[in-house]
């Protein structure tokens, strides 16, 4: 077995295959699953809970996807892997709401499965080729992270918390050390063979996903409403949020950062960046306001604690700070779109702060988000127009 045998043509087209659609429809539980366990807990912990929870959900599904940029999904060992880890994965996505209690295990263990099966995997059947080197210094790598992610499982929900933020900072760190290994070198990110428009379309579905959760929030909430003015203004504004994102992301950003990413003559780096990393962010701050709306459209008038404000403001600060990530690492930021990310960010911190302090109603804070959002694609597609001229 070999490159002939599960590795994609050299120089054909990276189309994302629809074994890889079908892969992502199990992301969709676990990004539904991830938002019900953020409206579960929403306290300082349940978010940093939260957060890690998303940070091995997510490395799993990007790690995934960067392999089918070297592995045919439509080859038939190729396909018999991804069904194991679609299986995996919605075992894992059904631990995701009591990880930190008796389900701690059930998370780990498929998680850790996962992310050691897929490295092995690709350095046994590409033996011989340069990148099953790359995926024999990941799987080294692998095997430290995973082993902290079980381990953690088996400690109390105090310990089992520090573990597997120790376990997600590894994680993250391997790509940013080239996947370092002692005696074994670095390897360069310009080895890694990217096809770009794969990739890119991958993150593009993940995103789209993400997005799906918000508006079955929406939707979902609304059904239940009574039905009245207030309910359809408050629709109109979860609405709207989620649609500045998918306008910020698709009509002004994704078709730049594809372009920029073809014409390198080293994309790697900048797509490492730009989607592994950045992505994370985008996306995380995307379930945030999911559950955002999903508070707005249940609870309009309760009063804004620190958990709401955290959902409600620092949903869009996640998305900027993500989208502004991905811009710079892919087609540069310039002077203008920085200074409105910039001050939208801060607009989405000061509307918190003012509506905790204020204990104002849940809706005034999410029209005040809505509306930033909104003149932030106005000023987005202006200047994009001027830039035009």
Known sequence: MGASVVGRVQGAAAEV??????FDLVYVVAVSQLAGFVFEHLTGRGAIEALVLFGGVWWVWNHTTWATDFIDPDRLPVRVL??????????MADGIAGAFGERGPQFAITLAAMQVLRPLFVVVTMRGERIARNYLHLGLWSTVAPALWVGGAFCEPRARLAVWIVALVVDIAAPLTNTWVSGLGAIAMREGELAPVHLVERNRLI??????ESVLSIGREFLEAESSVGSYVLLVVAFATTVSYWWLYFARHADSAECSLEEASDPTAPARGGYAYAHAALIA???ETAVGAEILMGHPHQHTGSAQAIVLSDGPVLFFVGIGVFVAS????????AA???GA????????????????PVQDLAVGCAAVLSVTVGLAAWHERAALR
């Open 285 to 287: 701050g995307i379930i």
């Open 340 to 342: 409105i990310a910039a």
């Open 207 to 212: 995103v789209i996903i993400a997005l799906g």
């Open 345 to 360: 960010c801060v607009a989405f911190v000061v509307f918190g702060v003012i509506a905790v302090s204020l204990r104002s």
């Open 330 to 337: 892919t087609a540069g930021v310039g002077r203008v779109e």
């Open 17 to 22: 295959t629809t074994m890889e659609l079908f």
């Open 82 to 91: 991804m069904v194991v880890l679609m299986l995996l994965s919605l075992v």
